[in-house]
């Protein structure tokens, strides 16, 4: 089992602290692919979010997209040629944070999976709004861990699971995988 404590405002102790701009972070999160519902003109098609609000979403998790366009398509009754889409991450979080200016008329959201997200949700909940940040209607996880850093690199994983095997495959032992990791929201 893992604990997990707040991402600090302040960087962990030994990342290089010079800021990224937003082209930089949209840049980096671009290697990650995220999922949506389109139509046949690549369209997003407007589903529901997790707390069932209708919105246009993007999905880290492939099978909650897939549940989306299944949803979809019965909503559509054949009417309408719907399919998953691949967007990279960066794209997809300057869209739902407003950083890119979008024509939709429906809110923008990216969805974490849930999996992963409900059982932290009221932790990311709570770090936001010590930011002054407002937590809105969506929240996406991230996790790292100080052992796994550099100077110059700060490896970022959208699980806990998937910060796990990437310390297997660094060549540590399992017994020696920290206790505590860091959670923060994406934003």
């Given at each position: 089992?893992?604990?997990?404590?707040?991402?600090?405002?302040?960087?962990?102790?030994?990342?290089?602290?010079?800021?990224?701009?937003?082209?930089?972070?949209?840049?980096?999160?671009?290697?990650?692919?995220?999922?949506?519902?389109?139509?046949?003109?690549?369209?997003?098609?407007?589903?529901?979010?997790?707390?069932?609000?209708?919105?246009?979403?993007?999905?880290?998790?492939?099978?909650?997209?897939?549940?989306?366009?299944?949803?979809s398509k019965d909503l559509c009754?054949?009417?309408m040629d719907v399919h998953l889409?691949?967007?990279?991450?960066?794209?997809?979080?300057?869209?739902?944070?407003?950083?890119k200016l979008t024509n939709s008329?429906?809110?923008?959201?990216?969805?974490?999976?849930?999996?992963?997200?409900?059982?932290?949700?009221?932790?990311?909940?709570?770090?936001?709004?010590?930011?002054?940040?407002?937590?809105?209607?969506?929240?996406?996880?991230?996790?790292?861990?100080?052992?796994?850093?550099?100077?110059?690199?700060?490896?970022?994983?959208?699980?806990?699971?998937?910060?796990?095997?990437?310390?297997?495959?660094?060549?540590?032992?399992?017994?020696?995988?920290?206790?505590?990791?860091?959670?923060?929201?994406?934003?």
């Amino acid at each position: 089992d893992f604990r997990f404590h707040l991402g600090s405002v302040k960087a962990p102790s030994r990342m290089d602290t010079s800021k990224l701009s937003r082209a930089e972070v949209v840049e980096k999160l671009n290697s990650v692919p995220c999922f949506t519902v389109v139509n046949a003109q690549k369209q997003l098609v407007p589903t529901h979010d997790a707390g069932g609000l209708e919105c246009c979403c993007w999905f880290s998790d492939p099978a909650e997209a897939k549940g989306a366009l299944a949803i979809s398509k019965d909503l559509c009754q054949g009417k309408m040629d719907v399919h998953l889409g691949v967007t990279p991450l960066g794209e997809a979080f300057a869209n739902a944070t407003g950083w890119k200016l979008t024509n939709s008329s429906l809110p923008l959201r990216l969805q974490a999976s849930q999996a992963v997200l409900q059982p932290i949700d009221s932790i990311l909940k709570q770090q936001l709004v010590a930011q002054g940040l407002e937590p809105g209607t969506w929240r996406f996880p991230v996790f790292f861990c100080d052992e796994l850093q550099s100077k110059r690199m700060l490896p970022i994983f959208l699980s806990r699971s998937d910060l796990a095997a990437a310390w297997a495959a660094s060549g540590k032992s399992e017994a020696a995988l920290p206790a505590d990791v860091t959670v923060m929201d994406l934003r």
